[in-house]
């Protein structure tokens, strides 16, 4: 008899960290078939291991197809209001729209990886395996950053959303397995959603491991990640390089793109998402330094990083104050301008043991 596997997602957009460890999940099932359920997606199919599934949104197709249209080319108004960041006020429909198709496909077991709102399906259907990225962060701590940021009309329906989707996140879920990210997701979990499990950090990637270089081969320091201007903060990030003048790379690619690029000096280079891993991991290695100053739960690119014997520089808080401590980078308050760039110029002083950083965390994510 077949066992069918029913994976649980937010979205596919790009292959970045959370859409990695779904990947990672596929790898180590052994059913004998599987499907990805999503809110939207940018594809229709997915192979894993020379194999070809298919994805089902809970968007009818030729809606999903709208989105992925008014996010590839921008129209006037109209990519602003099809942004697929604006599913986020339809959650709570469009879960219960995605239990259904699951439900229909009558899976013998579901996976979840939920960085938003995926965690909220229906998980009666099945033995339930949860693996937490993170909580809604936009409606929890980063709520009253992302307000600051937003304009008439969005802000006052992220107001409105907000006040709706916090009740109906913290439901209670029934879960058979739950796996956490990091030890901040953990501790969140356990606040929000009286949820206490173990933690499981994502694979990084094997080209991290056993190998470091010794020296550093640029003057550059280096931001690897989602161009994006919420949690990740690529503004703030190209404003301190723009002031202090030194060469920074941004590698990745993401929907604030366009705005990086605007507001960046000659000092800031895009190279763009880099798909090779050899050769992300060269232009990590190379770096004078990770810059982080993410609020994020866990960020994959700290630990690459990390693992290549490069230093981090971010605040100290949210996942990273987890991660590193004076023998691997320098933590910074959240404040304001002049307590980063101050920050970031000790930072540069710093003298660090890059074999040290290096072992000590290929021994925290290789072990």
Wanted: hydrophobic share 40%; proline share 4%; net charge positive.
């Amino acid at each position: 008899m077949t066992k069918k596997t029913a994976f649980v997602h937010d979205r596919i957009a790009q292959e970045w960290g959370a859409e990695s460890v779904l990947r990672h999940l596929i790898t180590q099932d052994r059913h004998d078939e599987w499907t990805l359920f999503v809110f939207y997606s940018k594809q229709t199919r997915r192979k894993v291991n020379d194999k070809t599934y298919r994805i089902v949104t809970a968007l009818p197709r030729w809606l999903n197809n709208w989105f992925i249209t008014c996010n590839t080319r921008k129209f006037f108004l109209l990519s602003t209001l099809f942004d697929y960041r604006n599913l986020m006020f339809w959650f709570p429909l469009l879960t219960r729209i995605l239990s259904r198709k699951i439900k229909k496909y009558k899976p013998d077991h579901i996976i979840i990886s939920s960085f938003a709102a995926a965690k909220n399906i229906n998980t009666s259907i099945a033995p339930t395996t949860l693996y937490l990225h993170s909580p809604m962060q936009y409606i929890w701590e980063n709520y009253y950053d992302n307000l600051h940021k937003l304009r008439f009309p969005i802000k006052q329906l992220y107001q409105f959303a907000a006040q709706y989707l916090r009740p109906w996140d913290k439901k209670k879920r029934q879960y058979n397995t739950v796996l956490f990210n990091s030890e901040y997701t953990q501790s969140i979990a356990e606040k929000l959603y009286d949820m206490s499990w173990e933690v499981q950090y994502p694979p990084v990637d094997k080209v991290f491991d056993g190998w470091y270089s010794p020296a550093v081969w640029h003057q550059y320091f280096i931001f690897v990640w989602r161009v994006v201007r919420y949690v990740r903060e690529i503004d703030k990030i190209i404003m301190l390089f723009n002031k202090i003048g030194e060469p920074l790379v941004i590698m990745g690619d993401g929907p604030d793109m366009w705005y990086a690029q605007s507001i960046a000096w000659p000092n800031i280079l895009f190279t763009g998402h880099i798909e090779d891993a050899d050769e992300k991991k060269k232009m990590i290695a190379q770096s004078r330094g990770l810059i982080n100053i993410a609020k994020e739960s866990f960020w994959l690119s700290t630990a690459e990083a990390l693992c290549s014997g490069v230093p981090v520089f971010g605040y100290n808080g949210w996942a990273t104050r987890y991660l590193v401590n004076e023998s691997n980078g320098y933590l910074v308050e959240e404040k304001d301008e002049r307590s980063l760039i101050e920050g970031l110029e000790h930072f540069m002083h710093m003298k660090f043991n890059k074999e040290k950083i290096a072992t000590e965390a290929q021994k925290k994510f290789f072990a």
